[in-house]
Every structure is written in structure tokens, then in C-alpha cells.
């Protein structure tokens, strides 16, 4: 079993992330490493704090952890500094924002349900669901109602009034 030097285990890593991010598939075929041992070589990556993405053409699919880290990472980035580390990594300054503000509004609802609380709440959410269901229903035979009405009183228009014929 080859021993790789750190160097090259970080030079392998770096091809993983942007802007040339290439899959750990194809890394594999190139190099002839085996694909868990480039995964357990990034996963130990991302264990310190770097960001090593899983998915570099879609930043929306990443872990909590990676925006987070890439969050941490632009903290103290001034305008250029983030414009120039979102080019480099394949983002939008605005992506990161979204995700900054993500994080905080999660941050500031720490409350999670108990078993009782979330049985209630889908007990009441199947109970607005049926209430839906049945408003839909009542708002279309009112339609009907109202459009059968129109519809008589123009028949009376069109063929005169069936009551005063008698």
C-alpha cells in the first residue's frame, strides 16, 4: 500500500475544489488512487475547517456545513476580497449573504417540537389541509349556483318571462 506525502494528498484535494473542480470519479481514473480513499482524504480536509465541496456546480446543494464554513471563511472579507474568493470558488456574493442570513434567522428559532407538539402539529396540518379542501369545494358549487342564476335570468330575457305566460 503506497504512502502519499501530504503535498501530494493537498495537491489531489485542490483539484477537487473550484474552479477547476473535478469529480473524485474522474481524479480516480487519473491517478489511480481508489475513490474512498480520495473521499476519506477530503472528508479529513473539511474536518479542518477547509472548504472541500461535494458538489462544485451546484453551491445551493451543499451541506449546512460547507455554507457554513464558507461563511466563517468570508467574515471578515471586505467587497473585493469576497468578489475575488467567490470567483475563485464559483459563487455569488449574494449566495453567501442568502446563506448568512439563513444561518442567523436559524440561529434566532431554536426551538425544536417535542413528539406531543409535532403529533398536534400534524394533526392541525391535515385539518387546514381538509379545510382547504372542503372551502374549494363549497367556493365551486356556490360558482355553479351563481352561474345557473345567470344563466336563468337570461333565458327569461331571451324567451320573456315563463310566469306571465300562464
Known sequence: MPRYSQAFKEQIVRKMMPPNAQSIAH????TGISV??????RNHYRKEGNVVLADPSNPESWSGA???AVIIET????????????RKKGLYPEQINRWKEQAILG???PQTLT???????QKDKKKARLL???????EKALAEAAALLVLKKKAQ??????EDDS
Not at 413528539?115 to 402539529?121: A, E, I, N, T, V
Not at 382547504?132 to 363549497?138: G, I, P, T, V
Not at 330575457?157 to 315563463?162: H, V
Open 27 to 30: 481524479i480516480s481514473r487519473d
Open 36 to 41: 474512498q480513499t480520495l473521499y476519506n482524504w
Open 66 to 68: 460547507d455554507k457554513l
Open 75 to 86: 467574515a471578515s472579507m471586505n467587497a473585493q476580497a469576497l468578489s475575488e474568493y467567490c
Open 107 to 109: 440561529a434566532e428559532n
Open 115 to 121: 413528539r406531543s407538539q409535532k403529533k398536534q402539529w
Open 132 to 138: 382547504a379542501k372542503e372551502l374549494r369545494r363549497k
Open 157 to 162: 330575457t331571451i324567451w320573456g318571462d315563463s
